[in-house]
Nanobody, 128 residues
Framework: QVQLVESGGGSVQSGDSLRLSCVAS??????????MGWFRQVPGAEREFVSL????????YYADPVKGRFTISRDDAMNTVYLQMNSLRPDDTAVYYC???????????????????WGQGTQVTVSS
């Protein structure tokens, strides 16, 4: 039902910034009624939650490691979700994935999600 196309990844140095973009499309997909999220994955590790924005943009959620540094936003007119990443650190190095998030609940200090669609991923590399 939906195709997610990501862009904006690259190689930067510690302290620098990047903005990731994800454009959604599909015949039956209604972007304005879906929560959207970003996840990241390091080779050999599980994919982890980074950030989520509610369907109406009124609520944003962030994993602890990125709080205060990353900002998620959406442009419904362009069917696009963004992740502004500031003060990047080497530990942020990962493949970043855009996703349609069907469900998200908070479990203590973590977030549990159910994802209905994934993007292809974009590489972010932060060097020191």
């Amino acid at each position: 039902q939906v195709q997610l196309v990501e862009s904006g990844g690259g190689s930067v140095q510690s302290g620098d910034s990047l903005r990731l973009s994800c454009v959604a499309s599909g015949r039956t997909f209604t972007f304005t009624t879906e929560a959207m999220g970003w996840f990241r994955q390091v080779p050999g590790a599980e994919r982890e939650f980074v950030s989520l924005i509610s369907w109406d943009g009124s609520n944003q959620y962030y994993a602890d490691p990125v709080k205060g540094r990353f900002t998620i936003s959406r442009d419904d007119a362009m069917n696009t979700v963004y992740l502004q990443m500031n003060s990047l650190r080497p530990d942020d190095t990962a493949v970043y994935y855009c996703a349609v998030v069907a469900e998200m609940v908070q479990d203590g200090g973590t977030y549990q999600t159910r994802v209905s669609a994934w993007g292809q991923g974009t590489q972010v590399t932060v060097s020191s």
